[in-house]
């Protein structure tokens, strides 16, 4: 086994337990949890940022995207609307205070509350997918798992797809080493992968139809697609490889969440069209 899968699989066999147990329990714990990767997630973003030589407000970045899964778990959807106003006015007047002209305030107060939006915001969907669609624990475990689970089968068959049949690119500016076979396989899998999650552990989504499932699994793969091409997009802006070296042979937070925070926002949008 080389040391790079290794380290690999040490960093999956702590994470995949942790993050199941946490979602499991949901309410607070997964908000609190939630929110510890998020503000993780933006001080990797701030890193990047930084490389390029821009000003970033790392500590009131962070604090608001740990506090949006919490109060999408506290107060909903309108809290979030409050919680995203009070973070703009907040980091327009942090940088207007205490960035000089020439050191660009008004890009670091736009940067910061990009990274806060992006990072925490999209985590906080999270939240309302487990807590907010049904009124059952287990259900709401489920329906939480259920983009996880076809992002996972999506990336994998997009890079064993990719291998064995990869010639074109799907987006060499951004990720040269995708190709529209390997997106081809994982928009291939998600419905598959939605189906097959459906019929065998979440018989209500099952009941919403052949049609309505495998749309829903089509819709979470490209939305993984997506989201990993536009963390690419802004590492290759950043001009950095990964997002840091946090999780070792896996490089960021970021790196392994990418897909998700554009799948399970999509997921919950289509849930709750659908339940």
């Known amino acids: 086994m080389g040391a790079n899968l290794a380290r690999r699989l040490a960093v999956a066999a702590v994470g995949i337990p942790l993050v199941l147990i946490v979602a499991w329990w949901g309410g607070l714990a997964m ?10 997630g933006v001080w990797e973003f701030g890193r990047m940022v930084a490389a390029t030589g821009a000003r970033f407000l790392f ?12 109060v999408a778990w506290a107060v909903g959807a309108p809290g979030m609307i409050v919680l995203l106003t009070v973070l703009l006015l907040t980091v327009s007047a942090t940088a207007a205070l205490r960035i000089p002209p020439e050191e660009g305030p008004f890009r670091a107060a736009a940067l910061s509350f990009a990274a806060a939006a992006y990072v925490g915001g999209l985590l906080s969907y999270g939240l309302l997918l487990r807590e907010t669609l049904v009124a059952d624990h287990g259900l709401g475990f489920a329906l939480f798992l259920l983009p ?13 797809g990719g291998k064995a049949l990869g010639r074109r ?3 060499p500016i951004v990720s040269p080493n995708k190709t529209i076979e390997g997106g081809i396989a994982a928009l291939v899998a998600g419905p598959l992968g939605g189906l097959a999650l459906a019929w065998l552990f979440i018989t209500e989504v099952a009941a919403l139809g052949t049609a309505s499932v495998a749309l829903l699994g089509l819709v979470v793969a490209a939305a993984a697609i997506l989201g990993d091409l536009v963390e690419s997009a802004i590492k290759r802006e950043c001009g950095v490889k990964d997002s840091s070296g946090l999780l070792p042979g896996h490089g960021g937070l970021l790196d392994r969440m990418d897909s998700l925070l554009w799948a399970i926002p999509i997921a ?8």
């Open 169 to 171: 690119p799907l987006a």
């Open 31 to 40: 908000a609190v949890g939630l929110g510890a990767l998020a503000a993780i």
């Open 59 to 70: 500590p009131v970045a962070a604090a608001a995207a740990a506090a949006m899964p919490y």
């Open 148 to 160: 996880v689970g076809v992002t996972w089968l999506a990336d994998t068959a997009a890079y064993f």
């Open 268 to 275: 919950y949008l289509s849930l709750r069209t659908l339940l």
